[in-house]
């Protein structure tokens, strides 16, 4: 459905000039179309309506979730408003603010009960929000060049279904997670090097408000080294280049090209290739990883998913 929709918005797209424009600072020479995040969201609402009316919501487990509108509810609003952001650019403090209001109002949808203060729900809530926001924008940050986001989101959201359907748990995450590895595989069709469409703020938000969804349900159920080992190299990337930002008296949003994966592309923009090949190599990898921790009962190889993302750290300083 998403390869559709995706197909239909590139002709809006162009009709009314829907583009990213090259700066003094990018990754691109042309202009490329922007903002096709938003068939996400259409994809979601229009499959979220089809599941409804044919009932498969009856055969889901909600036991974590509470009323399941509340999650489409808000990748509605968070994508209209950033959809809105890709085409007019709205202030960063303003898209916060929303942002931030939107997950609070979405706090329903985490179960505190497994925070760890017990009897400070409060406190339990700004722990949440806290860790949702700053996963939400961390996983935006690392949208900076051709499918490197798609290729992550792509191996994180197959993780996460291989781990449901190896405890036979037909989740509400599971289908959350399979909607979204059927919307990046046709998005990655246009995404891969070289680019021809971006997703924008409106795809890398919807899919991390989505990521952090899932990924609480696999903490919860005690698979955090799953977790640990897809999302590890964009908190290690991510947070290292912001707390240098912050020492250095910078904006933690300003468009620098500092994130490691960004750096060869600084150098020569022809490294796009080889930052898209090193990083899907290194997510096959990780894959294999998740693969033998799942069946395999090797837990302790979340150290080994570590020990792999400072070495692509590491390969992306070089060619930087």
């Known amino acids: 459905?998403?390869?559709?929709?995706?197909?239909?918005?590139?002709?809006?797209?162009?009709?009314?000039?829907?583009?990213?424009?090259?700066?003094?600072?990018?990754?691109?020479?042309?202009?490329?179309?922007?903002?096709?995040?938003?068939?996400?969201?259409?994809?979601?609402?229009?499959?979220?309506?089809?599941?409804?009316?044919?009932?498969?919501?009856?055969?889901?487990?909600?036991?974590?979730?509470?009323?399941?509108?509340?999650?489409?509810?808000?990748?509605?609003?968070?994508?209209?408003?950033?959809?809105?952001?890709?085409?007019?650019?709205?202030?960063?403090?303003?898209?916060?603010?929303?942002?931030?209001?939107?997950?609070f109002l979405s706090i329903p949808l985490l179960n505190l009960n497994y925070f760890p203060f017990e009897n400070?729900?409060?406190?339990?809530?700004?722990?949440?929000?806290?860790?949702?926001?700053?996963?939400?924008?961390?996983?935006?940050?690392?949208?900076?060049?051709?499918?490197?986001?798609?290729?992550?989101?792509?191996?994180?959201?197959?993780?996460?279904s291989l781990t449901e359907i190896n405890q036979s748990n037909y989740s509400f995450v599971l289908m959350l997670s399979l909607i979204s590895i059927g919307i990046i595989i046709s998005y990655l069709i246009f995404n891969k090097p070289p680019a021809k469409i971006f997703m924008g703020d409106t795809g890398s938000i919807i899919l991390g408000f989505t990521l952090f969804i899932c990924s609480y349900k696999l903490l919860i159920d005690g698979y955090w080294y799953i977790v640990f080992s897809y999302i590890i190299y964009t908190y290690l990337d991510c947070t290292l280049t912001l707390i240098n930002k912050i020492l250095k008296g910078q904006l933690p949003w300003a468009r620098l090209f500092d994130y490691n994966f960004l750096k060869p592309i600084k150098k020569?923009?022809?490294?796009?290739?080889?930052?898209?090949?090193?990083?899907?190599?290194y997510n096959l990898l990780i894959l294999l990883i998740i693969i033998l921790q799942l069946y395999f009962q090797l837990n302790y190889l979340f150290v080994l998913s570590f020990i792999l993302a400072l070495i692509k750290i590491k390969i992306y300083r070089v060619l930087g």
């Open 1 to 103: 459905m998403n390869l559709i929709l995706t197909l239909i918005y590139r002709n809006l797209a162009k009709k009314y000039s829907f583009f990213d424009i090259p700066e003094n600072i990018s990754v691109h020479k042309k202009k490329i179309i922007t903002a096709s995040g938003i068939t996400f969201v259409i994809t979601f609402q229009i499959l979220g309506v089809i599941y409804f009316f044919t009932n498969i919501y009856d055969n889901l487990s909600f036991e974590v979730y509470g009323k399941f509108w509340i999650y489409y509810f808000s990748i509605l609003l968070l994508g209209i408003f950033f959809f809105f952001d890709d085409i007019k650019k709205i202030n960063p403090v303003y898209k916060l603010f929303f942002q931030t209001t939107i997950l």
């Open 120 to 160: 400070y729900t409060k406190l339990n809530v700004i722990i949440g929000l806290y860790f949702w926001v700053y996963t939400i924008n961390i996983i935006n940050f690392t949208d900076g060049t051709d499918g490197f986001l798609s290729t992550n989101c792509l191996i994180s959201f197959i993780a996460i």
């Open 268 to 281: 020569n923009i022809h490294n796009k290739s080889k930052v898209f090949y090193i990083n899907l190599t």
